[in-house]
């Protein structure tokens, strides 16, 4: 367990930040399915994306707001790694008529050797199971819609199998966090953490109140049905079904 940095983002990076979303958006024509983007804290990537098969992440390099740090490249390759996607950069400057993109094509540059990355070149017909982190950040999701379905305000969330808690949000006194684990079928039920009380002592400057959250995750074809045979595995881009059944309040600390 470690802590995320939670700055918040200045308005000139905002600006920045929506020119390079547009630009991807106008690149993938209707194609692009984004993982992450929005400006909640913490930001491991600036704005990430699934292109077929493909994930693409990447920071913003602008050097007047944002310019691109060893701290930067530690955050995005974690990521990258842990979801078998690609890291990647883009560089842009700033113009009279606003934030424009400065490399060729998608305007990505990849971390590692910072040649052009063009994405739909990378995807493939291959069918690629998703990363624990990748199903994480999805269970994540999962639970996160049914919060703001529910009325609640979100305060952050992130995906990071290895960080805790998953997510905060505004409950009926003040801030309240909740920790997420997700299974794959033929399993139907996730367990809390054993370190449940160190948790709760981290947290506890900004609330004790924090809550569990179970989701199990299983192929389209598969739907928790026993009868269908060994389970499917979970392919990137492919249908899911997923059993959540709502937050378990989880014991304060010195209980």
């Known amino acids: 367990m470690y802590e995320l940095p939670m700055s918040k983002v200045s308005p000139e990076f905002a600006e920045c930040w929506r020119a390079a979303g547009r630009h991807l958006q106008q690149q ?8 992450r983007a929005h400006l909640h804290p913490p ?7 699934r292109l077929g098969n493909q994930l693409f992440f990447l ?3 602008a050097e007047e707001v944002s310019p691109f740090s060893a701290s ?37 540059l990849d971390m590692a050797t910072n040649r ?8 493939t017909e291959e069918q690629i199971e998703m990363s624990d982190w990748e199903l994480q950040d999805f269970a994540v999701q999962v639970v996160r819609e049914k919060l703001e379905k529910e009325g609640r305000r979100l305060m952050s969330w992130q995906g990071n199998p290895e960080v805790d808690p998953s997510l905060w949000f505004v409950g009926d006194q003040g801030p309240e966090w909740v920790i997420v684990r997700v299974v794959r079928y033929p ?6 953490p054993a370190n449940w009380a160190q948790i709760v002592e981290s947290c506890a400057r900004v609330s004790k109140i924090g809550h569990f959250a179970s989701v199990a995750v299983a192929a389209a074809d598969d739907s928790f049905n026993p009868a269908k045979g060994s389970p499917m595995p979970l392919w990137r881009g492919h249908g899911m079904v997923v059993r959540y059944e709502g937050l378990t309040l989880g014991p304060s600390a010195g209980h």
């Open 28 to 35: 993938g024509q209707g194609a692009v399915s984004w993982l």
């Open 43 to 49: 930001m491991l990537e600036h704005l990430s994306f």
């Open 59 to 61: 920071c913003l390099d």
């Open 72 to 108: 930067n490249a530690k955050a995005l390759q974690a990521v990258a790694n842990g979801c078998r996607g690609h890291a990647c950069i883009m560089p842009l400057k700033k113009t009279p008529v606003g934030w424009v993109v400065a490399a060729p094509g998608w305007g990505l």
């Open 116 to 123: 052009p990355v063009d994405p739909p070149a990378l995807v």
């Open 187 to 192: 399993a139907k039920n996730a367990s809390p």
